[in-house]
C-alpha cells in the first residue's frame, strides 16, 4: 500500500506564505503525476497544482500567480509554497498522487488525509 501525508498547514493572515509539503511511502514503483487540491466548505474538491512526471506543471487560474508546485523526485515528496494568502484560499488541501506500486500491474491514484489551511482577513 502507498500512505501520502500531507504537512505544513495552519492559520495565517493575508497576505502571508504558507508550504505544504506531502511524503510518500510505501510499495512505490514509480510515482508519475502528483498534485494538490483543495476543498473549501460547502464546494467541490478542486485541483490546485500539478506537477508531471517529466516537470512540466499546471494550475489553477485562481492560484498561478502565488502559488508554486515543485517536487523531489528522489524523495518522492511534492510541495507547495503559497504566498499572498486570501481568504478565500482557506480550505483542506490534500495530497494526490498517481502511483505504480511495486508487485502491481497499472498505476492507481491516492490521496492524503488532508491539511487544513485558514486564510484569516
Known amino acids: 500500500q502507498v500512505q501520502l501525508v500531507e504537512s505544513g498547514g495552519g492559520l495565517v493572515q493575508a497576505g502571508g506564505s504558507l508550504r505544504l509539503s506531502c511524503a510518500a511511502s510505501?510499495?512505490?514503483?514509480?510515482?508519475?503525476?502528483m498534485s494538490w487540491y483543495r476543498q473549501a466548505p460547502g464546494k467541490s474538491r478542486e485541483m490546485v497544482a500539478s506537477?508531471?512526471?517529466?516537470?512540466?506543471?499546471n494550475y489553477a487560474d485562481s492560484v498561478k500567480d502565488h502559488f508554486t508546485i515543485s517536487r523531489d523526485y528522489a524523495k518522492n515528496t511534492v510541495s507547495l509554497q503559497m504566498s499572498s494568502l486570501k481568504p478565500e484560499d482557506t480550505a483542506v488541501y490534500y495530497c494526490?498522487?498517481?502511483?505504480?506500486?511495486?508487485?502491481?500491474?497499472?498505476?492507481?491514484?491516492?490521496w492524503g488525509q488532508g491539511t487544513q489551511v485558514t486564510v484569516s482577513s
Open positions: 494526490h498522487a498517481q502511483v505504480w506500486e511495486l508487485g502491481t500491474t497499472g498505476t492507481r491514484f491516492f
Open positions: 510505501g510499495m512505490i514503483g514509480r510515482i508519475d503525476d
Open positions: 506537477i508531471f512526471s517529466g516537470g512540466a506543471t
